[in-house]
């Protein structure tokens, strides 16, 4: 019997179909080891970032381990050993704007809100306790948040609302200090997060409040305006009593001096008409004749006239003139 099968190139055909199944199959299981043992080793490697921290748990025995701190590449004992990451870096809280800030109220009972923003830092050193109390890593709205909250009220229940603005300074010094103690006797956050800044960024006082602030004030500037109106009219008084004072004062003392003349005039007219006449007056006629000079000179000035005084006597006749001048 003859054996063709080596010769026959149809039988070398069909035993090379029959091998390139074979190392395709065998490149196929080669390729899905080598995947599983890359996946493997991918599942066992994990890598910590910049201000971060790792923890790792066992949720099988409970075990803790760590804190890892980062930037660092780890490969796990274990591959269902979990990996939590936790943020060391500072963290702010920003409680501002409508529905964000802080309502209180302040010892006269007005509601006002403040605009407050917090920053603070994970202890590293003390991140598994905080994991241990938060494992959803929830300290910021479950306890944190509340406890800024109640310092805020507290402080500012000691002030009213006209020493807001005022006392802003102790206000936030009061507020840091308080959510400082806070933070120290809280159990689950004791000595896990630390306080690095508060800031009391504004504090919005209600409309009502400010239109009355502003009625206000502009009632002490009308009355300080009504004051000093008053305080002019006073001076304007004042100078226009003493002007009337002064011109009362200079026209007497002009009426003094006139009358000084007047009499030193008549007083000269007498001698002048004894003197001439020989004759000597009594005090009778000394008067009579100065009422009757005074009164005709009186009425020389309102006339315009020249009134003369005809004095008559055994020794001579004199006639007097009552207007001085032309």
């Not at 923003?117 to 306790?129: E, L």
């Not at 020493?163 to 206000?171: G, K, P, Y």
Request: no cysteine; glycine share 6%; aromatic share 6%.
């Amino acid at each position: 019997m003859i054996n063709n099968w080596g010769g026959n190139p149809e039988n070398r055909a069909n035993m090379s179909l029959v091998r390139f199944p074979r190392r395709l199959a065998a490149f196929v299981i080669l390729l899905i080891i080598a995947l599983t043992s890359l996946g493997l080793i991918a599942a066992n490697i994990y890598t910590i970032g910049v201000s971060q921290v790792g923890i790792l748990v066992n949720p099988y025995s409970g075990d803790f381990s760590g804190p890892v701190a980062g930037p660092t590449l780890a490969w796990k004992s274990v591959p269902w050993v979990n990996v939590v990451i936790v943020s060391t870096a500072v963290q702010t809280i920003q409680m501002v704007g409508p529905g964000n800030n802080i309502n209180v109220l302040t010892r006269d009972n007005l509601n006002v809100s403040l605009d407050v923003t917090i920053r603070y830092q994970v202890m590293a050193t003390n991140v598994i306790t905080l994991y241990k109390h938060y494992p959803a890593l929830s300290w910021e709205d479950n306890t944190l948040v509340p406890l800024i909250r109640s310092s805020v009220r507290d402080v500012v229940a000691n002030y009213t609302a006209d020493e807001l603005q005022a006392v802003r300074a102790q206000i936030q010094a009061g507020v840091e200090n308080k959510l400082t103690t806070s933070l120290a006797t809280e159990p689950s956050l004791a000595n896990d997060i630390q306080l690095v800044e508060l800031n009391l960024r504004d504090i919005v006082l209600p409309n009502s409040f400010l239109a009355a602030i502003q009625a206000k004030l502009n009632a002490q500037q009308q009355l300080l305006q009504a004051q000093f109106q008053a305080q002019q009219l006073i001076v304007t008084a004042l100078g226009q009593r003493n002007a009337t004072i002064i011109a009362a004062q200079a026209q007497a003392n002009a009426t003094l001096i006139q009358a000084l003349a007047n009499a030193q005039s008549i007083s000269e007219i007498i001698s002048q008409v004894e003197t001439q006449t020989g004759t000597t007056w009594n005090s009778t006629q000394v008067a009579a004749f100065t009422n009757m000079y005074t009164e005709l000179q009186l009425l020389s000035k309102l006339t315009g006239q020249n009134l003369y005084i005809f004095v008559g006597s055994p020794n001579g006749s004199l006639i007097i003139p009552t207007k001085s001048g032309p």
